[in-house]
Nanobody
C-alpha cells in the first residue's frame, strides 16, 4: 500500500515555480529523514534534496542549490520542496522517500511515494 503521498506537481513554464509536498499515509515515519528524488525515463533516480528529522540539516544536489528549498516544521510532516527558476531539463517524476538516512543512493531508501510529474515547458 501507498505509505507516502506526494502532491503539487504539474506543468509550469521555464523560470516558474512549484511546491511539492509529501506526507505519510497509513503509518507513522517518526524520526526519519526525508528526501526528494527525481527520475526521467532511461536514467537513474537522482537525489535532489534531503532534510533531517529535526529539519535543521539539509542537503542539495549541486544542480539545484540556490533554487530549491526543502523544509519541514521541526519533527513534523509534511515535507516541502519549493522549486524556483525551473528549467525544462528538470522535467521528471519527483518522488519522496524515507528510510535512507544520509545516503545519496536511491537504492538505500526503503519507503517511497508514488511520484508526481513535474513538466517544465520551454
Amino acid at each position: 500500500q501507498v505509505q507516502l503521498v506526494e502532491s503539487g506537481g504539474g506543468l509550469v513554464q521555464a523560470g516558474g515555480s512549484l511546491r511539492l509536498s509529501c506526507a505519510p499515509s497509513g503509518r507513522s515515519f517518526s524520526g526519519y529523514a526525508m528526501a526528494w528524488f527525481r527520475q526521467v525515463p532511461g536514467k537513474e533516480r537522482e537525489l535532489v534534496a534531503r532534510v533531517s528529522w529535526s529539519g535543521n540539516s539539509t542537503y542539495y544536489a549541486d544542480s539545484v542549490k540556490g533554487r530549491f528549498t526543502i523544509s519541514r516544521d521541526s519533527a513534523k510532516y509534511p515535507v516541502y520542496l519549493q522549486m524556483n527558476s525551473l528549467r525544462p531539463e528538470e522535467s521528471a517524476v519527483y518522488y519522496c522517500a524515507v528510510g535512507g538516512g544520509i545516503s545519496l543512493s536511491w537504492r538505500i531508501w526503503s519507503h517511497w511515494g508514488q511520484g508526481t510529474q513535474v513538466t517544465v515547458s520551454s
